[in-house]
């Protein structure tokens, strides 16, 4: 149980909001029954995506929305787990994306020119998408990061 994304984010908050630190008082303040917080935070229970944004609020855990649905929603699992990193390390790997479009930029121009992807683009197209799935990603850490530090909603 201690390994629970959920309850180490309670936890987590508690410090600062001491009536979250057990689930009997914590229930009152993110809506969520004592036993129905107590089957997710043990691993007995998937919750609800409602239950995830309320936990997620009242946490100041953004990073909750992003593991429940890369980890445990059907239709989102298998997208990467973002995970909260320092604004540098965001930064850094953010800059070398944007670096990296540059040449993506060169790519995509003389694969679309004739509005389709022959064969032999077929290798440079896969290495667009992976530059792209690398930018998207900082984003989201971006995001994320601005989330949790209260510079987004």
């Known amino acids: 149980m201690a390994d629970n994304v959920y309850r180490n984010a309670r936890k987590k908050a508690a410090k600062n909001q001491p009536l979250l630190n057990n689930c009997?008082?914590?229930q009152d303040i993110v809506f969520i029954e004592r036993t129905k917080l107590l089957a997710i935070e043990s691993g007995d229970k998937v919750p609800e995506p409602d239950d995830?944004?309320?936990m997620s609020k009242v946490y100041n855990a953004p990073e909750l929305c992003n593991y429940y649905c890369?980890?445990?929603c059907p239709i989102g699992k298998g997208e990467p787990v973002l995970?909260?990193?320092d604004l540098n390390e965001i930064?850094?790997?953010l800059m070398t994306a944007m670096h990296m479009l540059?040449?993506?930029n060169d790519i995509i121009y003389r694969i679309l020119e004739d509005g389709k992807i022959d064969d032999d683009e077929k290798q440079d197209f896969a290495k667009v998408i992976k530059v792209l799935k690398k930018m998207s990603y900082?984003?989201?850490s971006l995001e994320l990061w601005a989330k949790k530090n209260g510079?987004?909603?």
């Open 24 to 26: 009997e008082t914590a």
């Open 52 to 54: 995830v944004v309320s």
């Open 70 to 72: 890369s980890s445990q």
């Open 83 to 85: 995970l909260y990193e």
């Open 91 to 93: 930064s850094v790997r």
């Open 102 to 104: 540059q040449n993506v």
């Open 138 to 140: 900082s984003v989201d």
């Open 151 to 153: 510079l987004a909603e």
